[in-house]
């Protein structure tokens, strides 16, 4: 499975954005999908999670800011980030557990979101 990444950018504090990761196979039947980030000198930080149930987790910072969702017919995991702050700038990575339990078993390529005026 290779996942591709996309739809980040440079966007003003207090705008959107969509990210999107378009698995080249199903996921139907994968345990979980999600995002991690990782911004300039810190480490890397699980941001948001769907499971193959449908149930989502999210970090602190970014609850009831950002939504993850998945459409089973393109094979593809969304994040919806709604009102950025520039501490939300980091380079975004999907990624894919086949199992539950495991760590991440694919990723992406990281798509770089920078919050900015």
């Known amino acids: 499975v290779q996942l591709q990444a996309s739809g980040g950018g440079l966007v003003q504090p207090g705008g959107s954005l969509r990210l999107s990761c378009a698995a080249s196979?199903?996921?139907?039947?994968?345990?979980?999908m999600g995002w991690y980030r990782q911004a300039p000198g810190k480490q890397r930080e699980l941001v948001a999670t769907?499971?193959?149930?449908?149930?989502?987790s999210y970090v602190d910072s970014v609850k009831g800011r950002f939504t993850i969702s998945r459409r089973y017919a393109v094979n593809t995991v969304y994040l919806q980030m709604n009102s950025l702050k520039p501490e939300d700038t980091a380079v975004y990575y999907c990624?894919?557990?086949?199992?539950?339990?495991?760590?991440?078993?694919?990723w992406g390529q990281g798509t770089q979101v920078t919050v900015s005026s």
């Open positions: 990624y894919l557990i086949r199992r539950r339990g495991d760590p991440p078993d694919y």
């Open positions: 769907i499971t193959s149930g449908g149930s989502t």
């Open positions: 196979g199903s996921i139907f039947s994968f345990a979980s």
